[in-house]
């Protein structure tokens, strides 16, 4: 029966998708459809915008597509709110969010001065505070990065790819607009001042409203899904994320300082499966581990702290030849006489950690090699050994411009 209804909603979802396309006004979709759907949760919605995705339809049609869903649905995707922790990591997003508002209430209110104003010396305090709303707009950035690096990737473990997708878009979307205002404002003094006055007007309006458009989606439809479907032990996971990516300026600090005291009581450590192993920023197996050395396009030789050779990578292009049997030999006896004395040297001034990088490059086949020695320590400073990294640079060399990821072409 639950596989009949959802088949039927996907069809009245395509059906306001294909009556927008035809030019219908959102209000008479709004009308026609509001009966239908009563109860409709935002993890409902979610699931059926991941198969119209999947179908074939494009995220900027399903970003049409969610303004509908929050026209028809507002008023009972905000009576099905979900309680939310103050300190957890929504609490702490939906109180930036607030934050962010207030300081879109203050753009507007702040353009609508300069409209009204004649002369541009009359709105000098008006451009200086503009200057720091911008600046605050910008410092969300951790706010964006929070969402995407630790909210995003957890709901799309639980198969909730599409709505965190849509809202990526729409950070990118912001973030744009953002940078528009702050080049707008840095050129205020260069400008025809009606001229500033109209970019101005339209730049605030467009971040004021995509802001509380998108807020409004993240706050009724991506937050009580999170909430539905992440584990206890994910939050917890996540805090300790969002605390590395770190807040914004606005962000309230009594919130921060609760959520990790919280986070800290609440750790538990995971069991460990054999032959995986634990890294503070992720595990891998024995065998991702070596395959992930191998495949480094340099080569790396590790020294302990005592001068043993401990272990080397088998990348594909090996400039120096290494074997298994300098494993267990001292770093010494790999170098010629001539220049052991600068390999004691450098381990001396690792060891006594007055320097962390001894760097050199050479000419070997007609080809520009980079060799670079790194002193490798742990969390407390203590030399652990030293790490060799060696690398062919002479293609590098002669990189310039860009080339983007969309460039790709295979």
Not at 187 to 213: H, I, P, W, Y
Not at 330 to 351: E, M, T, Y
Request: charged share 35%.
């Amino acid at each position: 029966m639950g596989g009949v209804m959802e088949e039927e909603r996907k069809k009245i979802l395509k059906e306001i998708l294909r009556q927008l396309h035809a030019g219908v006004p959102t209000e008479q979709v709004k009308e026609r459809f509001k009966q239908f759907l009563e109860g409709v949760s935002p993890l409902e919605i979610a699931k059926i915008e991941q198969e119209l995705v999947s179908e074939g339809i494009s995220r900027e049609e399903l970003q049409r597509l969610c303004e509908v869903h929050l026209t028809i649905f507002k008023e009972q995707l905000e009576k099905q709110r979900v309680e939310v922790t103050p300190t957890s990591p929504i609490g702490i997003l939906l109180e930036e969010h607030k934050m962010l508002q207030q300081i879109t209430e203050k753009l507007v209110m702040l353009t609508e001065k300069v409209q009204r104003a004649e002369i541009p010396d009359s709105v000098i305090e008006e451009l200086s505070q503009l200057k720091h709303i911008v600046d605050e707009l910008l410092e969300a950035e951790k706010h964006y990065l929070r969402e995407e690096n630790a909210l995003f990737p957890v709901l799309e473990r639980h198969g909730i790819s599409e709505p965190p997708a849509i809202m990526w878009m729409e950070h990118n979307q912001l973030r744009e607009k953002k940078k528009q205002l702050k080049v707008l404002i840095e050129n205020f003094t260069k400008m025809n001042f009606s001229d500033f006055k109209r970019q101005l007007g339209e730049l605030a309006k467009a971040v004021n409203d995509m802001l509380n458009r998108h807020i409004y989606k993240e706050n009724n439809i991506l937050f009580p899904v999170a909430q539905r479907v992440v584990t206890e032990q994910e939050w917890v996971d996540m805090m300790k994320d969002f605390d590395e990516i770190g807040y914004c300026c606005f962000t309230p600090t009594r919130l921060v300082a609760k959520a990790v005291k919280d986070v800290k009581e609440s750790a538990e450590e995971k069991p460990m499966l054999e032959g995986v192993l634990k890294f503070e920023t992720g595990t891998l197996t024995n065998e991702e581990v070596e395959a992930i050395l191998n495949s480094l396009p340099v080569d790396i030789t590790f020294v302990d702290k005592d001068d043993v050779v401990k272990f080397f990578n088998k990348a594909e292009k090996r400039i120096f030849v290494r074997t298994k049997a300098i494993i267990g030999r001292k770093v010494q006896l790999c170098h010629p006489q001539k220049s052991i004395h600068v390999v004691n040297r450098i381990l001396d001034a690792f060891k006594k950690g007055e320097k962390d990088v001894a760097e050199f490059w050479i000419q070997k086949g007609g080809r520009l090699i980079h060799i670079r020695y790194f002193a490798v320590r742990d969390k407390d400073g203590k030399y652990l050994g030293t790490l060799e990294v060696t690398q062919d640079i002479t293609d590098l060399k002669k990189i310039e411009g860009e080339k983007r990821l969309l460039d790709w072409e295979g």
